[in-house]
């Protein structure tokens, strides 16, 4: 059974970049993979920051963006503030009407 | 602004059934899909499925042998029924509005409790 893969943790200095990423176990993530990701701080429910692709949500600071790279989904951070440092989870649609989540990336900003 | 907020009880028995539903203010109920999700403590994100105004649905393979969906478009509501349900099944709760393959507006979530 294929499952969508992240990264468990990362680290990023405040103030600069991380690039997440959201794969398959087996097989390529592309556009037709719609990957979604969503932001969710302790205690809160998910915060949804990018859909098909590349699309950020209403909202969602221009310091995240999403992009296909090589055979992955991924998520950038330009910029990190403290209020990034959090979990982050991807959704791929599967086919025949099938999303399943990334575990999540935890997302330390020191 | 939409909101959503799901109710039911916080506290069910193994083997019996899960209800929940969620209530939508704040924008149009018709013309979109409706999601479920859940979130084990400490754990990862489920997608457990989605239903369209109209009725038809779709489901977690996974769940799905479990898993009744429905909507009350009369009164802005979908619901969740999950049978015969164990301690695997506690979690948190949340409803979405599902557009363009994603979850958009989320619900602050309800956690149900499987125990005796």
């Known amino acids: 059974q294929t499952v969508v893969t992240q990264e468990p943790s990362f680290s990023v200095s405040p103030g600069g970049t991380v690039t997440l990423t959201c794969g398959l176990s087996?097989?390529?993530?592309?556009?037709?993979?719609?990957p979604s990701w969503y932001q969710q701080t302790p205690g809160q429910a998910p915060r949804t920051l990018i859909y098909?692709?590349?699309t950020r949500s209403s909202g969602v600071p221009d310091r995240f963006s999403g992009s296909i790279l090589g055979n992955k989904a991924a998520l950038t951070i330009t910029g990190a503030q403290s209020d990034d440092d959090c979990d982050y989870y991807c959704v791929l649609y599967m086919g025949n009407g099938i999303y399943d989540f990334g575990k999540g990336t935890k997302v330390t900003v020191l | 602004q939409v909101q959503l907020q799901e109710s039911g009880p916080g506290l069910v028995k193994p083997s019996e059934t899960l209800s929940l539903t969620c209530t939508v203010s704040?924008?149009?109920?018709?013309?979109?899909?409706w999601a479920w999700i859940r979130q084990p403590p400490g754990k990862g994100l489920e997608y457990i499925g989605y239903?369209?105004?109209?009725?038809?649905?779709n489901s977690n393979p996974s769940l799905k042998s479990r898993v009744t969906l429905s909507v009350d478009t009369s009164k802005n509501q979908f619901s969740l029924r999950l049978r015969s349900v164990t301690a695997a099944d506690t979690a948190i709760y949340y409803c979405?509005?599902?557009?363009?393959?994603?979850?958009?507006?989320w619900g602050q979530g309800i956690l149900v409790t499987v125990s005796s």
């Open positions: 704040g924008g149009s109920f018709n013309n979109f899909y």
């Open positions: 239903i369209y105004y109209t009725g038809s649905t």
């Open positions: 098909n692709t590349t």
């Open positions: 087996s097989g390529s993530v592309s556009t037709t993979s719609y």
């Open positions: 979405a509005r599902f557009v363009y393959y994603s979850f958009g507006y």
